[in-house]
């Protein structure tokens, strides 16, 4: 496949896929449905989650902001008009788990990771419309996230608090991870955050907080393996966790940009050594068919179960080799993992008469497929807590981009 062929299937898919599947999901009393079944079946009643909603902010922002379409500008803020009403603490400050379907807060935990995702969606917000209320919500957040969650003694930030700001002793994000201090899923993604603020609000003292970020994840996060550690206690011990191989991939590419983002030339020097061992770390679950597996256990048993986020940021994580760090097989192998996508995982939107009814949405990915690679995981939704349009159409954007930016 030449790069045009690959760039022009991509934005198909895009335009034609991913982002019409979301606009469908628009609830027209406010905000977006919070679940969508594997079959399309819209869950109408079902909790609505603080990441879903973010991410739908983000993804028809950054959708706007390259294509142009006010269809994606409306949609980013019918997203945030619900979640500034629903999903912000009115007392406390920060933002809740969770809410109903009709807007009541349900998980009013503050997680770290919520906090950061709201700053990443508002700030990308805020790039295209200039509001200034919008870029006064990402940076309130910011000043939470430093004066509640930073650990100033050890380092880094806890992963999540109560209500109140006060201790939690649950703190584990989902029911897969464990209950720990601090997390490197968390770090990353405000790293991730806090870079996208700084593009648009460039503070010293969020400048301070991210490239402290960025040197944290290279000193604490990637083990000398290459692989990153997942779970941590408060003084940064490493406890017990699988290695992720989609979180490995995605931070090779992610933890450059972000350096990048700083605009600091010995900084992105610094990084890219750390970058490409995550990215040779990542592409170890590479298999056969030029899918990636989902993780290996510390007992040496792999999950090769085949998830749509791994597999997009496979792409993103070899494009990112290609390109950046003049790594031949970079294209190939994304090239190769977007074709097992195509295979795999895409619904697409053409309508049959057995689900012509507008409650079946269609388009958008499977959540994945099985370990044999053929079998689609139907067990797990098309759009819900965690199944979201960010690491699908980021991967379209990157694609889209990655050609044309210097």
Known sequence: MDLVAFREEVLAELEGDILPFWLSLKDPDGGYFGEVKSDGTISPDAPRGEILNARIIWSFSAAYAALGKDSYL?????????????????????????????????????????????????????????????????????????????????????????????????????????????????????????????????????????????????????????????????????????????????????????????????????????????????????????????????????DSSRQWWVQAETVVGNLWLWKYHSDPEGLPRAISCWNWIKAHLLCHSERSEESSSTSILQGEWYWGTLADGETPDLANPKAGFWKCPYHNARMCLEALKIFIDP
């Open 74 to 302: 409306s949609a980013a803020i019918h997203a945030s008009d619900w979640f500034l009403s629903h999903l912000v603490d009115p007392v406390n400050g920060g933002v809740f788990w969770s809410a109903s379907a009709y807007g009541k807060p349900l998980d009013t935990k503050k997680q770290l990771y919520s906090q950061a995702f709201a700053i990443y969606a508002f700030s990308e917000l805020y790039k295209v419309t200039e509001d200034k209320a919008v870029l006064e919500v990402a940076t309130g957040l910011f000043s939470i996230i430093e004066n509640k969650f930073r650990d100033w003694a050890n380092g880094g930030y806890i992963e999540a608090l109560s209500e109140d700001f006060s201790p939690l002793e649950d703190m584990s994000l989902s029911a897969h991870d464990i209950n720990a201090d601090k997390t490197m899923n968390s770090h990353l993604h405000l790293m991730e955050a806090y870079a996208n603020l700084y593009s648009v609000w460039p503070d010293p003292s969020l400048k301070e907080a991210l490239i402290e970020l960025i040197k944290l994840t290279c000193e604490k996060i990637i083990s000398p393996s290459g692989h990153l550690y997942l779970y941590f206690s408060k003084d940064w011990a490493v406890l017990p966790g699988a290695i992720s191989y989609g979180h490995d991939i995605e931070t090779s590419w992610l933890l450059l940009e972000c350096a990048m983002a700083v605009g600091d030339a010995l900084l992105i020097d610094y990084v890219k050594p750390y970058c490409l061992a995550l990215g040779a770390a990542g592409n170890e679950g590479l298999l056969p068919d030029g899918s990636m597996s989902y993780e290996l256990f510390p007992d040496g048993e792999a």
